[in-house]
């Protein structure tokens, strides 16, 4: 079974900072790995899924790399906003997707 | 707004009593997921369909929950002789299937389901 950890469980950043987010996983042969955004009482909003094949996705300011041989994924996301205060949740493998506990971000303005 | 509905948004029921939740998937996808969320934690997966097929249960979902998916358009989650553990959120999500193209999970809003 699929173990997802993010660390830290929260974070606060001053406004332009430079986020970094952070995701482990136990069992290297992932098929993909899932990025999401869920705010306060909200569904998941998808960020950014990198396959198997690939190595890392870039969207906007936000760019996610995926490291099958040491069980990591990053999530960076570029000059942060007060809009980008939110949990953000990382998850792996296929159709039955195992979730992280997520980092809750606050941007202070 | 991903495209995927959910009703209720919000449940309040006292224990003991049978609830049901409904969720409307992109029409163009044809799995759809149940997962439960619990306070500060991240959802855990209860139930998937491929189409009106439901291809696997976790053992998270106990004889008291039932879900189906007629006709393979929405679907419905029933929980009976609801109990105060059952208090969660409980997210549904669409996708098409794996090794498509894409085959991103897009989540509800989710229901809120209190039980008192």
């Known amino acids: 079974k699929q173990e997802v950890t993010q660390i830290p469980a929260a974070l606060s950043v001053p406004e332009g900072e430079n986020l970094v987010l952070n995701c482990s996983f136990t069992d290297s042969a992932i098929y993909n790995l899932q990025w999401f955004r869920q705010d306060p009482g909200k569904g998941l909003t998808s960020l950014l899924l990198?396959?198997?094949?690939?190595r890392e996705q870039t969207s906007g300011r936000l760019n996610a790399s995926l490291d099958k041989s040491s069980g990591r994924s990053t999530l960076y996301i570029a000059a942060s906003q007060p809009g980008d205060s939110a949990t953000y949740l990382c998850?792996?493998?296929?159709?039955?997707?195992?979730f992280g506990a997520g980092t809750t971000v606050t941007v202070r303005a | 707004d991903t495209g995927v509905s959910q009703d209720p948004r919000h449940k309040i029921t006292k224990r003991g009593q049978n609830v049901t939740f409904r969720c409307d998937p992109i029409?163009?996808?044809?799995?759809l997921y149940w997962y439960r969320q619990t306070l500060g934690q991240g959802p855990e997966f209860l139930t998937y369909?491929?189409?009106?097929?439901?291809?696997?249960k976790s053992r998270l979902l106990s004889d008291r929950f039932s879900a189906e998916r007629p006709k393979g358009s929405f679907s419905t989650l029933e929980i009976q002789r609801t109990e105060q553990g059952d208090s969660a959120m409980y997210l549904c999500?669409?996708?098409?299937?794996?090794?498509?193209?894409?085959?991103?999970?897009?989540f509800g809003p989710g229901t809120r389901l209190t039980v008192l």
């Open positions: 990198i396959q198997s094949s690939q």
């Open positions: 999500a669409s996708s098409f299937p794996a090794g498509s193209s894409t085959d991103t999970q897009y």
């Open positions: 029409s163009e996808h044809n799995r």
């Open positions: 369909f491929q189409n009106e097929a439901q291809l696997e």
């Open positions: 998850a792996g493998d296929d159709y039955k997707l195992s």
